[in-house]
């Protein structure tokens, strides 16, 4: 037994090793600063290989983890993840409920010392209406934000209860409450009952406005979405983001999804990034 995990560990030091030869070539080329997953595939996964209920979503953690490191690795500074839908809520209540389970015992196992988490300081953002989870669930999701909201080096953020729709929403809402707000102050000052004078400019609501109370205000708008399983949906997610966003749809489904693939995507981003950025400018 000692034996095998000290050949275990030789080849796991190995490939560490390649991976920062791999990834010293890609860093001769522009590095994306945010890349966002949808992790499409699990279930199909689970029934690919005749495998248990829930199981699909537990391989697709391992694949989460490993994909996590490679980015890190790699010097990406924000990984976006499309962890749960609010569409997902209509799913049977049994499936929700394992997800959900599953869910809190992984946030928990990401605030552990010796977790990734802790290896490469990053912070945690939880994305989405968090009023939707259960109760235990969205204490535990707190509870890391709390713990991490130090960390700098790197940013993970899980869109859970989240789609583009209710994002926005929420932000439209938050920006006329906001106006109102303003209105209100005016008025009970006495500087203008009736705002004769006020600049009407003053209480439009501008872009700006939308932006600052988007749930995805804390990142950069992604260089890359990757969505597994061959799809080229973006599912409710992430859509007033990703207008100049590189799209990459490999075949595999999620938990298949591996170090190469991650290499060709940012190789084929680096050959596009130039016409991205042109494109940003003119916007």
Wanted: charged residues 20%.
């Amino acid at each position: 037994m000692q034996s095998l995990d000290r050949i275990n560990g030789f080849f796991g030091k190995l490939g560490c090793v390649f991976r920062k030869c791999i990834f010293y070539v890609l860093s001769v080329g522009p590095i994306p600063t945010h890349i966002a997953f949808i992790m499409d595939g699990n279930r199909r996964y689970a029934r690919k290989h005749n495998l248990k209920e829930g199981s699909g979503h537990r391989a697709g953690f391992s694949a989460l983890m490993s994909m996590l490191n490679y980015c890190y690795e790699l010097g990406v500074k924000y990984v976006t993840i499309y962890a749960f839908s609010v569409d997902n809520f209509n799913r049977r209540p049994e499936e929700v409920k394992s997800v959900m389970d599953l869910m809190q015992e992984k946030i928990e196992e990401l605030l552990k010392q010796e977790s990734i988490v802790n290896s490469f300081g990053i912070r945690l953002h939880f994305i989405g209406n968090l009023k939707l989870l259960n109760e235990t669930t969205r204490a535990a999701a707190e509870k890391a934000m709390a713990a991490t909201a130090k960390n700098d080096n790197a940013v993970l953020l899980i869109c859970v209860a989240y789609t583009s729709t209710d994002e926005i929403m929420h932000a439209v809402q938050e920006s006329c409450n906001e106006k109102l707000c303003k209105i209100q102050e005016l008025k009970s000052s006495g500087s203008g009952g009736d705002l004769i004078g006020v600049d009407d400019q003053e209480f439009a609501i501008k872009l700006s406005d939308i932006e600052k109370h988007m749930y995805m205000s804390v990142s950069p708008e992604p260089d890359i979405l990757v969505r597994t399983s061959g799809a080229y949906r973006l599912s409710n997610f992430l859509l007033w983001q990703t207008t100049h966003s590189y799209l990459y749809s490999p075949v595999a489904l999620w938990p298949e999804i591996s170090f190469w693939h991650l290499v060709w995507v940012v190789l084929n981003f680096q050959r596009v990034q130039p016409t991205l950025e042109k494109r940003k400018k003119l916007v």
